[in-house]
């Protein structure tokens, strides 16, 4: 069992910046492929995009690249979600979760709200 837990949501203006911290707990943070998604009210849950432990290699959806960066420090068993440049249509819930590389994401957090202001 893997605990996440994600902090460092908030209020901020158009063009501002965020970051997100989700940390885990329980069994060990490695191998773990960690993954950010959003759910805005009334819309789906959407994907934003993930590290993966070996190599840290990333993936983004179109909507964030260039302006969203996840970063890990698997000796602090934490993934970051850095969010530059924020536009209205990133306020929504944001959650963190983790999988086993070419399994489904299997643990989530509670998520923390992010609302961006024009």
């Known amino acids: ?21 989700c940390t885990a707990s329980g069994r060990t943070f490695s191998p773990y492929t960690m993954g950010w998604f959003r759910q805005a009210p009334g819309k789906d849950r959407e994907f934003v995009g993930h590290i993966m432990y070996t190599g840290g290699g990333t993936y983004y959806v179109d909507s964030v690249k260039g302006r969203f960066t996840i970063t890990r420090d698997n000796a602090k068993s934490t993934v970051y979600l850095q969010m ?14 983790a999988k086993f590389p070419g399994r489904a994401y299997e643990y989530w957090g509670q998520g923390t709200q992010v609302t961006v202001s024009s």
């Open 84 to 97: 530059n440049s924020l536009k209205p249509e990133d306020t929504a819930v944001y959650y963190c979760a």
């Open 1 to 21: 069992q893997v605990h996440l837990v994600e902090s460092g949501g908030g209020s901020v203006q158009a063009g501002g910046s965020l970051r997100l911290s």
